[in-house]
C-alpha cells in the first residue's frame, strides 16, 4: 500500500496530536489529561479508522473552545468547576468510546459505530449544557424536583442548556455523516445520523442530570457554607456528604451518561 492510502490516517494522527498539545498549552487539559486525550485518540484511529477520530477530534476541540468561553464571568460567579480536564476527567468522558472502537475491530461493524457517535454526542451535549447553560441569566430547576437552584447545581436544567445539548448533538451527528459519507453527504444520510445525535445528546444528557440530582455524591463544607461535588473543598476543608452514594462522583456520572449514550445510538440505528 502507498503513502496515498495512508495520508488520512496520518493526517488525522498528527491534527489529534496537536490538538492535545494546543489543548495543553492553552490550559484546557493538564499534562496527564493530554497525554490521557493523545491515548484514546491514537487507540480510536488505530481500531476503529479516521471516521471514528473526526467524530472524537470534534468533541475534544468543542470541549476545550467551550470550558475557555466566557471564564472570566464563570469565575466571577463561582461556577467553573475546573477547566483543565485531567486524565481521569478525559477518560471517564472518552473511554467507554475507545473501548467500543477496539471492540469494533473484531469486526467491524457499523452498529458499533453507530453506539460511538452515541457516546460522543452525549457527551458533547453534557459538555454543552454545562458550559453554555451556566452562563444562562436566571436560576436552573433541579430535574427532579423542579425547584430553582443556583447555576452550576449537579442536576439543573434550563431551556438554553438543553438547546445546547440539542444543537451538539446535532452537530456530533453531522460530523459523523460527513465522516463516513464525505461532505456534502446525501440527505437522507444526514438526516439519520443527525436524529441519532440529537437523541442520543439529549437523553444523555438529561439522564447526566438526573443522576446529578438523584444519586451523584454531594458534600457540604462547614468552613465556607457551601455545597461542593469534592471531598476536599477548594478552601483545604474536609467535607461531610449530604446527599448521594460517595462512589458515584461526578466522574463516574459522566462515564454512566457515555454508556447511556452508546445505548441510545444503538436503538437508534436499529429502528431507523
Given at each position: 500500500?502507498?503513502l496515498?492510502?495512508?495520508?488520512?490516517?496520518?493526517?488525522?494522527?498528527?491534527?489529534?496530536?496537536?490538538?492535545?498539545?494546543?489543548?495543553?498549552?492553552?490550559?484546557?487539559?493538564?499534562?496527564?489529561?493530554?497525554?490521557?486525550a493523545?491515548?484514546?485518540?491514537?487507540?480510536?484511529?488505530?481500531?476503529?479508522?479516521?471516521?471514528?477520530?473526526?467524530?472524537?477530534l470534534?468533541?475534544?476541540?468543542?470541549?476545550?473552545?467551550?470550558?475557555?468561553?466566557?471564564?472570566?464571568?464563570?469565575?466571577?460567579?463561582?461556577?467553573a468547576?475546573?477547566?483543565?480536564?485531567?486524565?481521569?476527567?478525559?477518560?471517564?468522558?472518552t473511554?467507554?468510546?475507545?473501548?467500543?472502537?477496539?471492540?469494533?475491530?473484531?469486526?467491524?461493524?457499523?452498529?458499533?459505530?453507530?453506539?460511538?457517535?452515541?457516546?460522543?454526542?452525549?457527551?458533547?451535549?453534557?459538555?454543552?449544557?454545562?458550559?453554555?447553560?451556566?452562563?444562562?441569566?436566571?436560576?436552573?430547576?433541579?430535574?427532579?424536583?423542579?425547584?430553582?437552584?443556583?447555576?452550576g447545581?449537579?442536576?439543573?436544567?434550563?431551556?438554553?442548556?438543553?438547546g445546547?445539548?440539542?444543537?451538539?448533538?446535532?452537530?456530533?451527528?453531522?460530523?459523523?455523516?460527513?465522516?463516513?459519507?464525505?461532505?456534502?453527504?446525501?440527505?437522507?444520510?444526514?438526516?439519520?445520523?443527525?436524529?441519532?445525535?440529537?437523541?442520543?445528546?439529549?437523553?444523555?444528557?438529561?439522564?447526566?442530570?438526573?443522576?446529578?440530582?438523584?444519586?451523584?455524591?454531594?458534600?457540604?463544607?462547614?468552613a465556607?457554607?457551601?455545597?461542593?461535588?469534592?471531598?476536599?473543598?477548594?478552601?483545604?476543608?474536609?467535607?461531610?456528604?449530604?446527599?448521594?452514594?460517595?462512589?458515584?462522583?461526578?466522574?463516574?456520572?459522566?462515564?454512566?451518561?457515555?454508556?447511556?449514550?452508546?445505548?441510545?445510538g444503538?436503538?437508534?440505528?436499529?429502528w431507523?
Open positions: 500500500m502507498g496515498a492510502h495512508w495520508l488520512p490516517t496520518l493526517v488525522t494522527a498528527v491534527v489529534g496530536a496537536g490538538a492535545a498539545l494546543v489543548g495543553w498549552r492553552r490550559g484546557a487539559l493538564t499534562s496527564g489529561g493530554a497525554l490521557a493523545l491515548a484514546i485518540g491514537l487507540a480510536t484511529l488505530a481500531f476503529g479508522g479516521v471516521a471514528w477520530a473526526i467524530v472524537l470534534a468533541v475534544f476541540a468543542s470541549a476545550s473552545i467551550l470550558s475557555r468561553a466566557g471564564r472570566t464571568a464563570k469565575a466571577a460567579r463561582q461556577l468547576k475546573g477547566a483543565r480536564r485531567d486524565a481521569v476527567q478525559v477518560v471517564a468522558n473511554g467507554w468510546g475507545a473501548l467500543l472502537a477496539v471492540m469494533s475491530f473484531w469486526p467491524p461493524t457499523p452498529a458499533l459505530f453507530a453506539a460511538f457517535v452515541g457516546t460522543m454526542a452525549a457527551v458533547a451535549a453534557d459538555t454543552w449544557a454545562t458550559e453554555i447553560g451556566t452562563l444562562a441569566g436566571g436560576m436552573p430547576r433541579l430535574i427532579t424536583t423542579g425547584r430553582k437552584v443556583p447555576p447545581t449537579s442536576g439543573a436544567v434550563s431551556l438554553l442548556g438543553t445546547a445539548s440539542a444543537f451538539a448533538g446535532l452537530t456530533i451527528g453531522t460530523v459523523a455523516a460527513a465522516s463516513v459519507a464525505g461532505w456534502p453527504p446525501d440527505a437522507s444520510i444526514i438526516l439519520r445520523w443527525a436524529g441519532l445525535g440529537l437523541g442520543a445528546g439529549v437523553l444523555g444528557s438529561l439522564a447526566d442530570s438526573f443522576l446529578g440530582a438523584s444519586v451523584q455524591a454531594m458534600y457540604y463544607c462547614p465556607c457554607d457551601k455545597l461542593t461535588e469534592q471531598r476536599r473543598h477548594s478552601c483545604g476543608s474536609a467535607c461531610r456528604l449530604v446527599k448521594g452514594r460517595p462512589w458515584l462522583d461526578n466522574d463516574a456520572v459522566n462515564a454512566l451518561t457515555s454508556v447511556v449514550g452508546s445505548i441510545v444503538l436503538l437508534m440505528w436499529v431507523t
